[in-house]
């Protein structure tokens, strides 16, 4: 086990090694010159104007070796410093991005469990039912290939511009003052209904694919047959072939991960949800690059989190990683 | 499409039909996939649906006299006669915006899903057969590209691109898309390094790539299709993310552009729909239709899952 999480960890370490490391050369070295893009954006602003061409000499430390410059972006990073924002400035680009981070999480975080467990149980619940089977399976692979942001649109549409059911945009009202009081609480909850709902439908299709898929696969194998032969019930065959396809759909859960958050920004987006992918949807509009290269910074951190998540609970299903080195996600 | 099925598709197509080598029993296995294919409503269906798209991508923009950005007609029409997709907030024709959008979804699924399907197998082929450090090496280079989410990367090389084409756009999608591919042909290339029938070629003095490309990877060439298939759908949905947040192609029309602008300028609570329900139905529809598609070819390749 120790071995096990010492390479996840390891690998961890480096992917966010390489992600800084990206993170710090894409603006070095692409064609063009940011400094003169954002200042010629800040220019309309003449208070900042001129802090900013100090700062940003500072930051990209032209005058500086090159090694010199890593080192010192390495050495911002971990102190906190993502420089500051331009569209917000002269607010500092963490916290900006710690205000919007909630709302992200409110919408990815129930989504994401709530799709797997449902989609499991359904998949698992269809597969081999003939009737179910040939519905679930087109819904389904209809629902997976739906790009996130077109069942936005859609639930936006027809539930919010046609039937006026839910609102259109936004985290809470304009009028409403956030606060803890029951109606606020409500006036959110309607608001984070329809991106969640969006969400919860596409992952829900891909979960309840793979999951009968497995089952199908599973019902082949040689224990599954050996159990039937020995007479037992199909009830009790059907749960152990849950339990082995289960171990797959966690792997699925973390390969997926990224695509998940990718498909959580563009349905803020649709939505005008006030988290991490509207605020990168300002910051391209406002070409505000320190805002771009945080968020994606908060990002990597978030996906390399949940991964480590989904082994812990990996250990805690599968036996085989608590004795070897084997298996794992 | 979940992972999962890509994984246990794996774990099902390989070795099971692998060990024949080449010759009359080849030939016969093609045959007889031919004749189940023909026969397989899925497979049809999904190839039927994909090539009207193609049509309608090949001759759409033929149809139309001007191009997709010009401001041909009045603003906000109706679909009708004259403007079969109706027109854009600002008068310009929604359907000629459509083709030419279709164009670049299959340019992007077809450039990023081959590339991305090139580098995969030629990582997974490399460390499954020479395994030991090199193994190694590549092994920790896929985890950790597999970690890195795609689009995130994606976002920051955009972002300080000042001009952003369809083809820069696929290649830096396969450029950050092929560990699934890699990890997956790298066990299966390891199931078979070891077969009889290699150990023969190499007896008989041929070098790697040699058995790599005529042992190895025609016992898996179903698979290797499968996978073709599933990066496209992936690629044409990635692009489609990248195009909605406002990072898509500065000169052409993509149907991802097609939807950021109409979110953009009010389509929504307007109530414009024949501006944002084609591009989504499109992409929809041909991802769909490959997802499907490859249902049906896992049926006709293996024979556990043919419906008798």
Redesign the interface.
């Known amino acids: 086990m120790r071995q096990y999480f010492q390479r996840k960890l390891g690998i961890y370490a480096l992917t966010f090694f390489v992600a800084v490391t990206v993170d710090w050369v894409i603006p070095r070295f692409m064609p063009g010159d940011p400094v003169q893009t954002m200042l010629a954006r800040a220019s309309l602003r003449p208070e900042a104007s001129e802090a900013m061409q100090a700062y940003y000499t500072g930051v990209f430390g032209l005058d500086v070796p090159i090694w010199r410059q890593y080192l010192n972006f390495w050495n911002a990073l971990l102190h906190g410093d993502l420089g500051v924002s331009i569209w917000l400035f002269p607010q500092p680009v963490t916290s900006v991005i710690l205000r919007a981070i909630p709302y992200t999480l409110a919408l990815l975080v129930p989504a994401i469990l709530l799709s797997w467990w449902a989609g499991n149980k359904f998949g698992a619940y269809a597969a081999r039912r003939r009737w179910l089977d040939n519905t679930v399976l087109p819904v389904g692979y209809v629902l997976t290939a739906t790009p996130y942001m077109w069942l936005g649109i859609l639930l936006a549409w027809a539930l919010a511009t046609v039937a006026g059911i839910f609102p259109i945009a936004g985290g809470y009202s304009f009028d409403v003052e956030p606060s803890w009081s029951p109606s606020f609480l409500v006036n959110l909850a309607r608001h984070w209904f329809l991106p969640f709902a969006s969400l919860f439908l596409v992952m829900f299709g891909g979960w309840a694919i793979g999951m009968r898929n497995l089952i199908i696969y599973e019902l082949e194998a040689d224990y599954s047959h050996y159990l039937e032969a020995l007479g037992a019930p199909q009830r009790l065959v059907r749960r152990y072939a849950f339990n082995n396809a289960l171990l797959p759909q966690l792997t699925g859960l973390a390969l997926q991960l990224g695509v998940i958050v990718a498909g959580a920004l563009v349905t803020e987006i649709v939505f005008s949800y006030p988290g991490l992918g509207y605020l990168i949807l300002q910051a391209i509009n406002n070409q505000d690059f320190f805002l771009i290269q945080g968020a994606f910074l908060f990002i990597i951190v978030g996906v390399l989190l949940a991964n480590f998540l989904v082994d812990v609970v990996y250990v805690l299903v599968d036996p085989r990683t608590r004795v070897g080195m084997r298996g794992g996600a | 499409?979940?992972?999962?099925?890509q994984?246990?598709l794996a774990?099902?197509t390989p070795a099971a039909a692998a060990a024949t080598p080449v010759t009359v029993a080849e030939l016969r296995a093609s045959r007889e996939a031919l004749h189940f294919a023909r026969r397989n409503r899925k497979l049809l269906l999904g190839a039927g649906v994909v090539l009207a798209f193609l049509v309608v991508a090949a001759v759409g923009p033929l149809l139309t006299d001007h191009g997709p950005n010009e401001y041909v007609g009045p603003p906000a029409q109706r679909p009708s006669a004259d403007w079969w997709f109706g027109t854009t907030m600002f008068g310009q024709d929604v359907f000629a915006q459509f083709a030419h959008g279709l164009r670049s979804t299959f340019l992007v699924g077809l450039l990023g899903g081959g590339l991305a399907a090139v580098i995969g197998m030629t990582i997974g082929f490399t460390a499954g057969y020479r395994g030991g450090i090199t193994d190694e090496v590549l092994n920790?280079v896929t985890?950790?590209v597999?970690?890195?989410?795609?689009?995130?990367?994606l976002?920051?090389?955009a972002?300080?691109?000042?001009v952003r084409g369809v083809v820069p756009e696929a290649i830096f999608i396969a450029a950050f898309s092929w560990p699934?591919v890699a990890r997956a042909i790298r066990a299966q290339t390891f199931s078979l390094r070891s077969r009889d029938f290699v150990d023969l070629a190499r007896l008989s003095g041929a070098g790697g790539a040699r058995i790599v490309f005529r042992e190895i990877a025609p016992n898996m060439s179903s698979y290797l299709f499968m996978t073709f298939i599933l990066l496209f759908?992936g690629a044409v949905?990635?692009a489609?993310?990248l195009d909605?947040?406002?990072?898509g192609p500065t000169d052409g029309m993509s149907l991802?552009l097609m939807?950021n602008n109409?979110?953009l300028w009010s389509a929504?609570?307007l109530?414009m729909?024949w501006w944002?329900?084609p591009?989504?139905?499109g992409?929809?529809?041909?991802?769909?239709a490959?997802?499907?598609m490859n249902?049906g070819l896992d049926e006709v390749f293996n024979p556990?899952?043919r419906e008798l």
């Not at chain 2, 597999?146 to 990367?153: K, M």
């Not at chain 2, 909605?244 to 990072?247: A, D, H, N, P």
């Open positions: 499409m979940s992972v999962s099925d994984e246990e774990a099902a920790m985890n950790v597999l970690v890195i989410p795609t689009l995130a990367v976002l920051i090389i972002t300080y691109l000042r699934w759908g949905l990635t489609a993310m909605f947040i406002g990072l991802g939807m109409a979110v929504l609570p109530g729909w944002f329900v591009p989504g139905l992409i929809t529809m041909i991802v769909g490959l997802y499907i249902v556990k899952l």
